[in-house]
C-alpha cells in the first residue's frame, strides 16, 4: 500500500465557500477533481446542508479506494443510514460514515452537542452500519484538540460516545495550535485505545477566515506521516476541495509534499 492511499479528501458541494470565510474567489473544482489534483484516493463526502445528488457524486468517486458519508443526522433520525447502507449495496467502495463535529458546542447556552443524543440510540445506528446485510461500514468520529486534555471530567464523561465509534479523526481548529500536536497526539493515544485513529489538515485556515500557512501544512503532514509509518495512525484527511483551485500557498504545499511523499510504501 502507498502512502497516498492513507490519505482522504473533506470532501464538499463545489463552491459552496465561494464569497464566504473570508474567500472572495470562485472555486469549481468538485470533490473527486481534488482528490486527483492533491493525489489522495478516498474521500469523506459532507454536503454542509445542501441539497445534493448523492448517486451523481457516488459515480464520480468510481476510481477511488473508499467512500465515507456524513451521517451526523443519524443520530437523531437514525433512518437516514439506510440511504448509506444501499448506496453501498451499488457502490463498492462506500465503506464507512463520519460524524462531524460530535462533540462541538455550537450554543454556549447549552450543554455539549453530544449530551443532547441519546447513547443507546448511537450505538444502535452504529450496529446497523456493522450488521447491514451489505458489508461492515465502519463508522468515524471528528474531534478537535480543543475538546479534550483540559477537563479530566469531560473526557471521562465523552469516553464511552468515543469508545463506540471505529475510528476517530483528531482535527485542529486554530492554526495556532498546531505547535501543540505532539503533546495532544499523546492524550489523543491515550484516550483512543480501542480505536483506529486519523488525523485532519486544514487547507484554509477556516478559523480566521484567511489562507493556511503553508509552513503549518507541511509541519502537520511530516509529523502526520511520522505516525503513520509508526503504526500510531492509520491516515490524513485533507480539507478540502472548496479552495483548491485557487492557487492557494497551502495547496500548492500539499500536492508538492504528496508528489515527493505520496508513492512511499507502508
Not at 455539549?112 to 448511537?122: H, I, M, N, Q
Not at 482535527?171 to 503533546?183: F, R
Request: net charge negative; glycine share 6%; with cysteine.
Amino acid at each position: 500500500m502507498l502512502l497516498r492511499d492513507r490519505f482522504w479528501l473533506w470532501g464538499h458541494p463545489e463552491g459552496c465557500f465561494n464569497h464566504k470565510v473570508g474567500n472572495e474567489l470562485e472555486s469549481r473544482m468538485t470533490p473527486a477533481e481534488a482528490c486527483a489534483y492533491l493525489g489522495v484516493r478516498n474521500v469523506f463526502m459532507v454536503p454542509m446542508g445542501h441539497k445534493v445528488n448523492r448517486r451523481q457524486y457516488n459515480k464520480s468517486f468510481k476510481a477511488l479506494n473508499g467512500v465515507g458519508w456524513d451521517c451526523f443526522d443519524a443520530v437523531v433520525h437514525p433512518e437516514k443510514i439506510e440511504t448509506v447502507i444501499e448506496e453501498a449495496k451499488e457502490f463498492p467502495n462506500v465503506i464507512c460514515g463520519v460524524f462531524d463535529d460530535f462533540k462541538n458546542n455550537d450554543d454556549p447556552g447549552m450543554p455539549p452537542r453530544y449530551k443532547r443524543f441519546d447513547f443507546e440510540t448511537l450505538k444502535k445506528v452504529i450496529s446497523r452500519m456493522h450488521d447491514n446485510g451489505v458489508r461492515r461500514l465502519d463508522t468515524w468520529m471528528v474531534l478537535y484538540t480543543r475538546l479534550f486534555g483540559i477537563d479530566k471530567k469531560d473526557d471521562e464523561d465523552f469516553q464511552p460516545y468515543m469508545d463506540a465509534f471505529d475510528g476517530v479523526i483528531m482535527w485542529v481548529w486554530k492554526e495556532s495550535d498546531t505547535v501543540y500536536i505532539p503533546e495532544k497526539f499523546e492524550i489523543f493515544k491515550k484516550l483512543t485505545p480501542k480505536n483506529r485513529r486519523m488525523f485532519g489538515c486544514y487547507l484554509y485556515n477556516f478559523c480566521d477566515g484567511k489562507q493556511a500557512s503553508g509552513d503549518a501544512v507541511k509541519y502537520q503532514l511530516d509529523f502526520y506521516r511520522e505516525k503513520i509509518l509508526s503504526g500510531e495512525a492509520e491516515g490524513v484527511v485533507l480539507h478540502t476541495n472548496t479552495m483548491a483551485d485557487l492557487d492557494y500557498e497551502a495547496y500548492d504545499v500539499a500536492c508538492r509534499w504528496m508528489d515527493e511523499h505520496g508513492d512511499e510504501t507502508v
